[in-house]
């Protein structure tokens, strides 16, 4: 029970050794005094509160705002002291703010808890008592035997112990935790693997030990202790035998496995990182603006005390005739007395500080997040998938983002290979409904007949079709036995029930492109392969396969053919082969390689070798010797591979497309013109990332590309950097693109954070590969943590990109193909990354100038409210009188003034959504918090102050001489000068907001008008009736009586203009003689917005020089929106970057981007 209610109020307690023993089958010793050990639950948890202690903690949260905290203060100082007003102005505000507040984040984490509940609430089986028995996943117990069934994610990590396999293995795809969506291979260990049956699973007497749960994807160290015939047999385990929370089993029917790590302990939740509150830039800006606001407040309540003492010295103000004080006042003491009325002073001005406006930005937050999820330019139609909020703290945060972090796979591309084209013996040839046709010809032939392949074609096709570790599933044979597969044409490719399961897409797609030319790979059976050539079987016996590694870059499979003969065939990156080859078109495969990069294609180069017998001998004793060596095996087996794959003859090369999601580069090139630099963070190879990357337009052609890769100690890394530092100096091209791999950047990130952040500032684009899920947060947090704080965002689609979400400012969820984690634990969730554009440039734009503006409007509202209380204290002696009814103080803020602001920041629109997303630029006007800068709040404040002198000062003016206005000679008293300057305050800062209004509609109309309208009959309400509740009735008739007044309706009138209309002088003279661009834009409509294209931004640049990238001339030549003339080129449309018309521009000197000189003309 203690556990228990620790484990609810998030203590977890800590292990007590490195090491857990895990009884299979919790078959615990009988003999002895065992104490178990005890483990998490396997439930998942991504909220923040439990029922426990949801109070407590969100009270902390909530009192940790300056507001709310000085309010609290405030109120528990007016239950304490005899103040000028009631507990209830403060009470009741602080109540309400922090009643909906609580409300609003629990409901939000009430869904965090609905979609955790959906998760730990799956249906899973595990093997108890002897019989197989369906429970919940949180039900899990470390030590259970699980069954998991074919496309079903697994519910904890598990020790593999048999599959429906023979050998015991199984296929998994982890793409939701590494991003990889090979297919991996796991082991069970011998002695388990025959274990096929729940009986045969109840009597296995088996024990795992391991080490303690630790965050590494890659890394499991443990053992089994098998026990058969009262022998103990003892078996090693690794990362092969270890199937991790999240991942998903491919093409094996079903496996058994003991679960190990359970819940918060599994790997994929310690790559989570821990929900902190995160807190936008401009709530950290509101804190200033109340921490000098205070500063106000106190120096007034400070002075007004020093005053109220000094005027007091003369004994005639001490204690007039018509105030005599009591004994006890007299005997009192001096320093109480002080402080009571420093006290009562704080109380008295107290509302300069705005409690409310943390309830209508509250309220503006949660009402306002609704228009993501309306929004239909964000739904997406195939999934019918909608954008969600799953956070509204953070929506202002939208609109000051500097730096991007994505994901690649699942969240650029849609995961989906396509065969394009291949080059054999020097011919490119492409596929044309399943036949291959050489380059410059078409499919058709004279007698519609397919063309025989040639001996080299073959050969080819041969060696595409063998060189690989495809799997094949036969959905046939389920369909037969009853399982049945709903899902066997999910991945894109079956045929013939015949679906197959591949350790690189790459691989998947180049078997799919040789089964539909005719060369078909047909299944392997132990060691023999396969492959049906135009209907006719032939197979091949395989003997050794040389695994892919990031090294060679390469992978080989040595078989031995029908005929007898032994034979290599490799494939891998043109760098890893071509130097290798020694016969064959290598030059013009060369060049055909670079020509499928340049398209964007994920290029391979295929070559073969031929053994003879005795070198076959030689070769297999090599490879079993290094194989089975105990010391130095990684090196031994390496020069074993170097030695095998020499003397290679070339066949040819393959380009397969990566499909990318639908405008991918679109998005990213506004992006990068709204001044938001895009960084790829992803676990895939060097060579395909980098391929990506420029097909999405994330590295242009022209970017001279930079590499740390492959860096092995701090002093050669510290070297490369200083070297990419100098090159960045030295070379004048366009723009740099920074490639840099894990390895590389776990050193970089150790030793020399700073000058790694100097290269990658340095650069437009950068790349990182082969990254961990926490490398990925930590990437993130380097950046946050720089001395500039740039706002980040970051979006990935799967469990690797959690730590990434979490880290960064805001982070994005895409609601991709494998899992939700990424969706569950993201602020916002949208379907496409082509949305971010929208979600960044349009409705980031709007919610930050409408909260921005709210901000702003209220500390004016405020000062123009109580700078006349405080200068009334000069003309009462500092008695504390307040100028105000305490019912006028109460409401003022809560009714009077409230509506109008919040309708303003739900519906504003400073320009038109059409505009914003053509003109990417606009962005750059509301960056780095642009709109709450000091000098804007400075004008505001001082604005407030000014109101206020006219407020105060143009009704005395109006009553100080006389105060007989009316026609009867009656006079008027202090509570009508005190509803007179409240009157005319309602009236202008409505009529300011008004004047700051610049998108109208019916309900902007209702509330303006309406509130004024609301304040006069509330007014003529309240002054109208004897209320008996009330302990006075000042305000009898006040207000009929200052309304019948000439006078006053014209000091109103007066007042109001001459607080007004220098505001709309400075606005016209503003807008005419030095306009934003975001002003220039207003006066588009909506038809002209729509007719504008980037292209006039990519086009134009800075003090009249104009050159064009690439891409934007190949719009121009599409669209016909850039001019020839360099004229065209209006201030108005330039963009913020300044490029050499003059240099040629060079790409980097590495094969894949080699290109001619690109010459910069005008557009």
């Not at 309220?363 to 239909?376: A, N, P, R």
């Not at 799953?390 to 699942?410: A, I, M, P, R, W």
């Not at 070559?607 to 095996?633: G, K, M, W």
């Not at 000098?935 to 143009?954: E, K, Q, S």
Request: hydrophobic share 40%; aromatic share 12%.
């Amino acid at each position: 029970m203690l556990r228990w209610i620790r484990q609810q109020l998030g203590f977890d307690p800590p292990h007590q050794s490195d090491t857990r023993t895990v009884y299979v089958a919790n078959r615990f010793p009988e003999h002895g005094h065992y104490v178990p050990q005890r483990f998490a639950d396997n439930r998942i948890i991504s909220s923040k509160y439990t029922i426990w202690n949801f109070v407590p903690k969100n009270l902390f949260e909530q009192f940790r705002r300056i507001a709310n905290f000085y309010f609290l203060i405030i109120f528990l100082v007016q239950l304490m002291i005899d103040t000028p007003t009631s507990p209830v102005t403060s009470g009741l505000p602080l109540f309400f703010v922090i009643t909906v507040t609580a409300i609003k984040q629990g409901y939000e984490d009430w869904l965090r808890h609905k979609a955790d509940n959906e998760v730990n609430g799956a249906p899973v089986f595990v093997v108890r008592s002897g019989s197989l028995v369906q429970t919940r996943s949180k039900n899990i117990r470390v030590g259970d035997i699980v069954r998991v069934a074919k496309d079903e994610t697994f519910p904890a990590d598990l020790v593999l112990l048999s599959s429906d396999r023979p050998d015991g293995t199984c296929h998994v795809t982890t793409a939701s935790l590494d991003g990889e969506t090979n297919l991996k291979t796991h082991y069970s260990v011998p002695e388990t693997s025959v274990c096929q049956s729940v009986s045969q699973l109840e009597a296995l007497q088996a024990v795992v030990e391991c080490q303690q749960p630790e965050a590494d994807l890659y890394r499991f160290v443990g053992r089994m202790m098998v026990t058969q015939h009262g022998e103990e047999i003892v078996r090693p385990l690794g990362p092969e035998n270890l199937l991790l929370r999240g991942a998903r089993l491919k093409n094996t029917k079903e496996i058994f496995g003991v679960a190990v790590y359970t819940g918060m302990e599994s790997k994929m939740a310690l790559n989570y990182k821990c929900k902190s509150q995160k807190r936008s830039a401009v709530e950290k800006s509101m804190n200033t603006f109340l921490i000098i606001y205070l500063i106000i407040l106190l120096s007034e309540a400070i002075l007004s005390t020093i005053l109220k003492y000094a005027w007091q010295a003369e004994d005639k103000w001490d204690e007039p005739f018509y105030n005599q004080k009591t004994e006890a006042e007299r005997n009192s003491s001096p320093i109480l007395k002080f402080i009571s009325d420093f006290l009562a002073f704080l109380v008295l001005y107290n509302f300069i500080i705005p409690i409310s406006l943390y309830v209508t930005v509250e309220m503006q937050k949660f009402l306002g997040s609704f228009f993501i999820g309306w929004d239909l330019d964000l739904y997406h139609e195939e999934s019918d998938q909608k954008a969600q909020v799953n956070t509204s703290d953070l929506n202002e945060e939208l609109g000051q983002v500097e730096y991007v972090f994505t994901d690649k796979t699942g969240t650029l591309t849609e995961n989906e290979m396509q065969f394009r084209e291949c080059s054999i013996n020097g011919t490119k040839y492409r596929e044309v409904n399943g036949k291959l046709v050489p380059e410059g010809m078409t499919d058709e032939s004279p007698d519609g007949s397919t063309p025989p392949l040639t001996g080299e074609e073959l050969l080819f096709l041969k060696a595409v079709s063998l060189c690989h570790t495809v799997q094949i599933s036969y959905d046939q044979s389920d369909c037969l036995v009853g399982g049945g597969d709903p899902f066997s044409h999910v991945n894109g490719f079956s045929s013939n029930h015949m679906e197959y399961y591949a350790s690189s897409p790459d691989e998947k797609a180049l078997v799919e492109a040789t089964k539909r030319i005719g060369v078909a790979f047909t299944g392997s059976n132990g060691d023999t392969m396969e492959i049906k050539t135009f209907g006719k079987s032939e197979k091949y016996k395989l003997l050794h396969v040389l695994e892919f590694d990031p090294n060679r870059r390469r992978m080989s499979v040595i078989l031995q053919t029908p005929s007898g003969g032994k034979v290599l065939f490799t494939k891998g990156a043109e760098s890893a082969i071509l130097p290798f080859t020694t016969s064959g078109e290598i030059e013009k495969t060369r060049l055909h390689v670079d020509e499928f990069a340049l398209k964007g294609l994920r290029t391979l180069v295929v070559a073969c070798r031929h053994f003879s017998p005795e070198e076959y001998i030689n070769v297999d004793r090599q490879l079993n010797s290094a194989r089975t060596a105990l010391q130095q095996r990684e090196e031994r087996l390496q020069e074993a591979f170097n030695y095998i794959e020499r003397d290679l003859q070339l066949l040819g090369a393959t380009g397969v497309e990566d499909k990318l999601q639908d405008k991918v580069q679109e998005t990213i090139e506004a992006l990068r013109l709204a001044g938001i630099k895009v960084w790829v963070l992803t676990g895939d190879k060097h060579e395909t990332a980098v391929s990506v990357s420029l097909s999405c337009g994330h590295f242009h052609r022209t970017m001279n590309i930079l590499e740390l890769l492959q860096q092995h100690s701090d002093n050669e890394c510290a070297e490369q950097l200083r070297r990419l530092a100098r090159r960045l100096k030295e070379d004048h091209v366009i723009q740099h693109g920074l490639v840099v791999d894990g390895a590389s950047l776990s050193l970089a990130l150790r030793e020399h954070e700073k000058l790694f952040m100097e290269v990658c500032k340095n650069c437009s684009a950068v790349l990182c590969c082969r990254m961990a899920p926490l490398q990925k947060a930590k990437v993130v947090r380097l950046l946050k943590t720089s001395p500039e704080k740039p706002i980040t965002l970051a979006i990935g689609d799967g469990a690797n990109d959690v730590s990434m979400i979490q880290e960064a400012h805001v982070g994005i969820g895409i609601m991709g193909k494998e899992g939700r984690q990424a969706v569950r634990n993201s602020d916002y969730a949208i379907a496409r990354f082509k949305f971010l554009a929208k979600l960044l440039l349009v409705h980031g734009h709007f919610y930050y100038i409408r909260i921005a503006t709210l901000v702003q409007y209220f500390f004016y509202k405020n000062v123009c409210f109580i700078t006349p209380q405080f200068l009334y204290q000069f003309f009462c002696l500092f008695s504390q009188q307040t100028l105000y009814d305490s019912v006028y103080l109460t409401l003022y803020n809560i009714c009077f003034t409230s509506l109008p602001i919040l309708v303003y920041s739900l519906f504003e629109q400073l320009v038109h959504p059409h505009v914003l997303q053509n003109k990417p630029g606009l962005y750059r006007d509301i960056s780095k918090n642009s709109l709450l800068s000091f000098r804007t709040f400075l004008y505001w404040t001082v604005l407030g102050f000014c109101h206020a002198f006219v407020f105060f000062f143009g009704s005395y003016i109006l009553m100080g001489e006389d105060t007989t206005l009316m026609g009867n000679g009656q006079m008027f008293g202090n509570w009508t000068f005190g509803t007179l300057v409240f009157t005319v305050m309602v009236i202008t800062v409505t009529l300011k907001l008004a004047l700051e209004t610049h998108f109208w509609t019916w309900m902007n109309h209702f509330v303006t008008w309406g509130s004024i309208a609301f304040y006069f009959i509330f007014s003529l309400f309240y002054g109208g009736i004897i209320w008996p509740f009330l302990h006075t009735q000042d305000m009898y008739f006040v207000f009929v009586q200052l309304l019948s007044s000439g006078s006053a309706w014209f000091a109103i009138i007066i007042i109001i203009i001459t607080c007004l209309f220098p505001d709309v002088v400075k606005k016209v003279f503003y807008r005419h003689l030095q306009p934003t661009s975001t002003q220039k834009s207003q006066s588009l409509s909506a038809s002209q917005a729509q007719n504008l294209s980037c292209v006039e931004s990519l086009c134009c640049y800075q003090h009249g020089q104009s050159g064009c990238s690439r891409l934007a001339r190949l719009l121009e030549q599409m669209t016909g929106h850039c001019k020839a003339s360099a004229n065209n080129c209006h201030p108005s449309s330039r963009s913020n970057r300044s490029w050499s018309d003059t240099e040629n521009l060079y790409s980097n000197d590495r094969s894949i981007l080699t290109l001619s000189p690109i010459e910069a003309t005008h557009c």
